[in-house]
């Protein structure tokens, strides 16, 4: 199950809102943060993040990846080569 963007901004909404309680109930100043903000800067975040992801899951910078993508390339090689079936797949 994913949490989207929505979820995590409403819920950074409710904690922001108990802080803001507390704070009203102590007597100190409260913070003022625009609902709007808070939901662009998650909405940015998860940009940034699927980003980064994505170009990660794409890339090999592993040694362990390096070697799994020559595998990969080997297996796709020994399939179009009609020598290693004896010439029937």
Do not use: H
């Given at each position: 199950?994913?949490?989207?963007?929505?979820?995590i901004?409403?819920t950074?909404?409710?904690?922001?809102?108990?802080?803001?309680?507390?704070?009203v109930?102590?007597?100190r100043?409260?913070?003022?943060?625009?609902?709007?903000?808070?939901?662009q800067?998650?909405?940015l975040?998860?940009?940034?993040?699927a980003s980064i992801?994505t170009?990660w899951k794409?890339?090999?910078?592993?040694n362990?990846?390096?070697?799994?993508?020559?595998?990969?390339?080997?297996l796709?090689?020994?399939e179009?080569?009609?020598?290693?079936?004896?010439?029937?797949?």
């Open positions: 199950m994913k949490v989207t963007a929505g979820t901004a409403r950074i909404i409710l904690i922001v809102a108990l802080i803001n309680q507390t704070l109930i102590s007597g100043e409260v913070i003022n943060i625009p609902d709007d903000n808070i939901y800067t998650v909405s975040l998860f940009t940034i993040g992801l170009w794409n890339n090999s910078f592993t362990k990846a390096k070697e799994a993508d020559k595998y990969l390339k080997s796709k090689n020994s179009n080569d009609p020598n290693i079936y004896g010439g029937a797949k």
